[in-house]
């Protein structure tokens, strides 16, 4: 394998775990504001998405180097320990 064909074999499977980091994250994020939202006793639940949510998107962050992304989403898990520890 070459140097130029094992990078873009690298930067290929980059992209496919950011992909999937980014996807997943945001359907997560998206469970947790509805099951807030909607008022049904679901807080744990939603908390616990957020946090996983938010582990994903610094995943995402860390691969692509994006430091005030991964800023938020320690605010995101530090905001998802609080609700757990509240809502428990």
Do not use: C, P
Not at 22 to 47: C, D, K, Q, R, T
């Amino acid at each position: 394998m070459t140097d130029t064909s094992y990078q873009n074999a690298i930067t290929r499977d980059h992209r496919k775990l950011t992909s999937l980091f980014e996807v997943i994250g945001s359907i997560l994020a998206m469970v947790y504001a509805m099951s807030i939202a909607m008022n049904i006793g679901a807080e744990m639940l939603g908390f616990s998405l957020l946090l996983v949510s938010s582990a994903l998107f610094a995943g995402w962050a860390i691969l692509d180097r994006r430091w005030t992304f991964l800023l938020l989403q320690v605010f995101y898990a530090t905001s998802a320990i609080i609700g757990l520890i509240r809502w428990a």
